[in-house]
């Protein structure tokens, strides 16, 4: 999938798309990077290779599902929808990070449209993320028609 003309000039050679086996490696750099803005009090310093062999083993589960985008040979942003483990909700969104020099685009916005899009095809009725602590990310889920929900302490939405 090619990236609509919304996207800002400068960024056409961009493309989305559904994750590959070989995209493990970047996915794991991006989350290594940018983890700590999403939640610091994580345990974002697990070594790159416990990272690649979470990111092989949920590869196999037809329920977990990364979206990427690419700029050329680079990937610059992705995010993943997996089942929730909690009762009141379908899916559970996770991993939405765009490479610090890529954001401010649209990007963000994008990548977390198509993990809806791609949960929504699956049949999933609403899904939930993690409240961050990052104001730029709960903004713009707000926008996109989260709202928290305090009693599960995550944001939701329902389709
Ligand atoms: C949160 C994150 C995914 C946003 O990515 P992005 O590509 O910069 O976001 P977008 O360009 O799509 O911007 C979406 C909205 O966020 C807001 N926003 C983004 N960057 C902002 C900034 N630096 N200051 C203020 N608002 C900002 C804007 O309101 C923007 O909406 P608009 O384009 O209609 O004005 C990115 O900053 C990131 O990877 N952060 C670190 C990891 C993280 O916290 N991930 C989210 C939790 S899983």
């Not at 939405?96 to 916005?109: H, K, N, S």
């Not at 709960?138 to 599960?152: I, K, N």
């Amino acid at each position: 999938m090619t990236i609509a003309a919304a996207i800002p000039r400068g960024l056409e050679k961009l493309v989305d798309r559904g994750w590959l086996r070989n995209d493990i490696r970047r996915i794991t750099e991006l989350i290594i990077r940018c983890g700590e803005e999403y939640n610091p009090s994580y345990n974002w310093r697990r070594s790159e290779a416990w990272y690649r062999k979470w990111l092989s083993e949920t590869f196999t589960d037809r329920w977990h599902y990364f979206h990427v985008v690419r700029s050329g040979r680079v990937l610059v942003a992705a995010a993943a929808v997996a089942r929730s483990k909690l009762e009141n909700y379908d899916g559970h969104i996770h991993s939405v990070f765009v490479d610090p020099e890529f954001r401010r685009r649209g990007l963000g916005r994008l990548i977390t449209e198509r993990v809806l899009q791609h949960a929504r095809a699956a049949g999933m009725r609403s899904v939930e993320m993690e409240i961050t602590i990052n104001p730029i990310a709960r903004e713009l889920y707000r926008d996109m028609g989260f709202v928290v929900v305090q009693a599960d302490d995550v944001m939701a939405l329902s389709f």
